[in-house]
């Protein structure tokens, strides 16, 4: 027995050395000192101004995360600032996820090893042309959740997301722990939208009572007298600006407003999003905001690009827009899915104009030793034939429970939210009495786009922008079926109509002149395990209006690359590789292309799945090309 101990004892002492050798050598973090002092930033005693720009973890692949800082910083930015999406770390109530291109907290010991600062920017509102601004869908359901305010029902469940969110990064403040975190933002652009105090000292007190008490609060307005008064006091105040302005007058401006404040546009719209149907993919004018750049440079200025870079609206991620002073008569846009911004960094994480015009202003005022960022090589893998099919047959009940989630059945025609669906597709069904020739169907009011099918027979499609329209139904026998499969486009991310944005059927149903009741229903999110259970065919059957799947492969020689995939002749749908939700198309643009991250591909055989809704290329292909087209 005492020679055995005496061998694990001796087998032992190369771990000990070890663990003693790292101990002697690892450095810990000692606390710094990040504050605001009159007019200026302060770090550790002296000036300091802050050069950010904005990465959205959650709009790119982990495995990239490291590649788009260290050109964040080699552009000669010192921080990286960052939302925190509510809705997508907590899809349900009591469900919580910070795994994958979720995992913040790696994210930012990323920035941290690379020498970067943070600003966290974790409200319940994030916009960021987001699906339903970070406010997560369930919340929609319960009208004393008043979006925004202290209302309990609405506060109540972001204090419970902060209970998972805050000891996550409470450790990583600069203050105290020598963390890269420097501040934090307690609501967005609230100057726009409310004047609920309480509410704004709620979400300070959100972080305080969870540890979060050395690191400075700010909010984020646009620059104008009307939101002088919005935010609460101890709380810094921090301009949006569009970078093509002329900085001069809201420079002036804040500064005799605000002497004793720090200078700091928190948003710098170097770019612009893109929507559905536009014309022509936004393009900025670099030059110019390189001389606006200049300025804010030479006068100390803090500044933070939005975007830097911005990524991908992966999935059903993308969010909406709505104009329009009635909700129910309200324009509403869909967000594209690319995230391009027309910004420093390209949607592939490749320096655009403006990155190497930005460098140089930058390098005039604070030397830059990092290297020059260069493009990455793309691949450029072909065409992708479809050899496998799949067609929705909406009169198949036992199929549709397979491929979907059956809902229980409801006497009027109940939204997403209602049946805990987040995004994706619906379907609803019922019954219609005949025989009666030119009945009028009419579908009050649909969010947001609605294929409408009799006894599985396509019909038409009807979009919440079209005009009011009704449709005459001929059923032949004692009865019939509609369907009607609703697409949800995004939730609307910004504005007084985003808590009402719930998605599906939302008015009433009229058929001949009167409420149609009793309604079946099915939920498709199309999840990852959702491919096992598509029952493709060899045959290739053309959409036709009617949903269908095909699937494709192609293989990869060497280490693979990015790539974007072409939907030339495809009409409107999803589209999948290797099972990863590259996000929707549409054919009238302004984006042709989709962005193809190189960590979703494999060196091998790799699998392509589009789900069309309406009609396909008569050779049913796709191309994996080397260059994106965004109109």
């Given amino acids: 027995k005492r020679k055995e101990t005496t061998m694990k004892y001796h087998a032992s002492l190369p771990f000990i050395a070890l663990f003693l050798c790292l101990v002697a050598t690892v450095k810990f ?20 101004v802050i050069r950010s720009g904005s990465i959205h973890y959650f709009r790119v692949r982990p495995e990239q995360w490291e590649d788009r800082l260290t050109k964040l910083k080699s552009m000669g930015l010192n ?10 770390h907590n899809p349900q109530p009591n469900v919580y996820d910070f795994t994958g291109m979720l995992d913040i907290l790696q994210f930012i010991k990323i920035a941290q090893r690379l020498g970067l600062f943070v600003i966290v920017r974790a409200t319940p509102y994030i916009c960021a042309e987001y699906e339903g601004g970070g406010i997560p869908p369930w919340i929609q359901k319960d009208p004393e959740a008043e979006f925004r305010s202290s209302a309990p029902n609405f506060m109540n469940p ?18 105290r722990y020598g963390g890269p975190i420097i501040l934090l933002q307690l609501e967005n652009e609230y100057g726009y939208y409310g004047d609920d105090k309480i509410y704004q000292v709620q979400l300070r007190d959100a972080y305080l009572e969870r540890g979060m008490k050395d690191t400075p609060f700010f909010e984020s307005n646009g620059a104008a007298s009307f939101w002088v008064n919005s935010v609460i006091p101890g709380v810094l105040r921090t301009m949006n600006v569009d970078a093509g302005t002329d900085p001069k007058g809201y420079v002036s401006w804040y500064r005799s407003t605000f002497p004793n404040t720090p200078t700091f546009v928190t948003e710098w719209w170097d770019g612009w999003f893109d929507k559905w149907g536009q014309e022509g993919h936004n393009v900025r004018n670099g030059t110019l905001m390189a001389m606006n750049l200049d300025y804010l440079m030479a006068n100390n200025v803090s500044v933070n690009l939005y975007m830097f870079h911005g990524g991908t609206n992966y999935g059903f991620t993308s969010g909406g827009g709505a104009d329009g002073p009635v909700e129910a008569q309200a324009v509403y846009s869909a967000i594209v899915t690319s995230y391009d911004y027309n910004c420093a960094l390209n949607e592939s994480g490749d320096p655009s104009d403006k990155w190497y015009k930005f460098r140089s202003v930058i390098n005039k005022y604070y030397p830059i030793k990092e290297k020059s960022a260069v493009p990455s090589p793309k691949g450029n893998y072909g065409t992708v034939t479809m050899t496998e099919s799949f067609q929705f047959n909406w009169n198949d009940d036992n199929q549709l429970s397979v491929l979907g989630n059956r809902n229980a059945d409801t006497v009027g025609p109940r939204p997403m939210e209602h049946f805990n669906q987040n995004d994706g597709f619906i379907l609803y069904k019922s019954k219609i009495q005949g025989p009666r020739n030119g009945a009028k169907l009419d579908i009050r009011e649909v969010h947001d786009r609605v294929q409408i099918f009799q006894g599985g027979n396509y019909l038409d499609t009807f979009y919440r922008n079209d005009k009011p329209k009704t449709w005459s139904l001929n059923v032949a026998s004692s009865s019939s079926e509609i369907q009607l499969f609703v697409e949800n486009m995004g939730r609307i991310n910004g504005g007084e109509w985003a808590q009402f944005d719930q998605k599906g059927l939302i008015g009433r149903v009229f058929y001949d002149s009167r409420i149609h009741f009793h309604w079946s229903s099915w939920s498709f999110d199309f999840s990852p395990s959702f491919f096992n259970k598509i029952p493709f065919t060899s045959t290739i059957k053309s959409a036709n ?3 269908t799947f095909y699937r494709g492969s192609f293989n990869i020689n060497g280490i693979p690359l990015d790539t974007f995939l072409s939907f030339e002749g495809w009409n409107k749908g999803v589209i999948w590789i290797n099972g ?13 292309t989709l962005y193809v991250p190189y960590p979703i591909l494999k060196t091998g055989l790799n699998h392509v799945t589009v789900l069309e809704l309406h009609e396909n290329p008569k050779k049913f292909q796709v191309k994996l090309v080397s260059v994106p087209n965004l109109g």
């Fill in 79 to 88: 921080t990286v600032q960052t939302y925190v999406p509510w809705n997508t």
């Fill in 29 to 48: 973090a000692e606390a710094g000192s990040f504050k605001i002092n009159g007019p200026n930033f302060e770090l550790d005693g002296k000036p300091f």
């Fill in 545 to 547: 209006n009617t949903p």
């Fill in 580 to 592: 990863f939700n590259l996000g929707r198309y549409w054919k009238v643009g302004p984006q042709l």
């Fill in 158 to 175: 972001f204090r419970k997301f902060m209970d998972v969110f805050v000891p996550k990064i409470r450790m990583l403040q600069y203050n």
